[in-house]
């Protein structure tokens, strides 16, 4: 009986120790997010050419994430210390990571070429338009400058020809 007892004992007592990120510190799918958030705004501040301007532009936004997320700089410290402890965990995390960062430029990359098309075809419908008026302008300066020279003929000898008033008389 004491044998039962002791193998019960022994498999609660494994089952109960599950190994696990701890409660105070951000949860790893939580943890992406924020890591995928930080490494865009990373991104965008390395962008920028003055390391001074870089400080103050990172500061507020690296805030704001905190924020999004319920969390702050000292929760984040604090997880970032515990996933470097435990470097299998922060691998898959930035490999899940890495794959969504990759899928998001594609992404960018597809918009900005959709943009660029738009804006081609945008400037070649303008530039037609605007060859269409140069031609229909042309097109009436020409019209004006065409001269039906029987008209014109007729009029100076009906001058000729008729006879002043005073003359009729």
């Known amino acids: 009986m004491t044998r039962i007892f002791l193998f019960v004992f022994c498999i609660a007592l494994l089952s109960a120790c599950k190994p696990g990120v701890p409660k105070d510190i951000v949860q790893p799918e939580e943890m992406e997010k924020i890591l995928f958030?930080?490494?865009?705004?990373?991104?965008?501040?390395?962008?920028?050419?003055?390391?001074?301007?870089?400080?103050?532009?990172?500061?507020?936004?690296?805030?704001g994430i905190f924020n999004k997320y319920g969390i702050?700089?000292?929760?984040?410290?604090?997880?970032m210390t515990y996933y470097y402890k435990h470097p299998d965990i922060l691998s898959k995390m930035y490999d899940r990571i890495g794959a969504k960062i990759g899928k998001t430029r594609d992404e960018e990359a597809k918009k900005q070429?959709?943009?660029?098309?738009?804006?081609?075809?945008?400037?070649?419908?303008?530039?037609?338009?605007?060859?269409?008026?140069?031609?229909?302008?042309?097109?009436?300066?020409?019209?004006?400058?065409?001269?039906?020279?029987?008209?014109?003929?007729?009029?100076?000898?009906?001058?000729?020809?008729e006879v002043p008033k005073a003359a009729k008389k």
């Open 37 to 63: 958030d930080i490494h865009l705004i990373d991104g965008y501040v390395s962008s920028i050419p003055t390391p001074d301007s870089a400080r103050k532009v990172s500061a507020p936004i690296y805030k």
């Open 72 to 79: 702050d700089s000292a929760t984040h410290a604090k997880s």
């Open 113 to 161: 070429e959709k943009i660029q098309k738009l804006r081609i075809a945008r400037v070649a419908k303008l530039k037609k338009a605007a060859d269409k008026k140069a031609a229909d302008s042309l097109k009436k300066v020409n019209e004006k400058k065409k001269v039906d020279t029987a008209k014109k003929a007729v009029r100076p000898f009906k001058k000729l020809i």
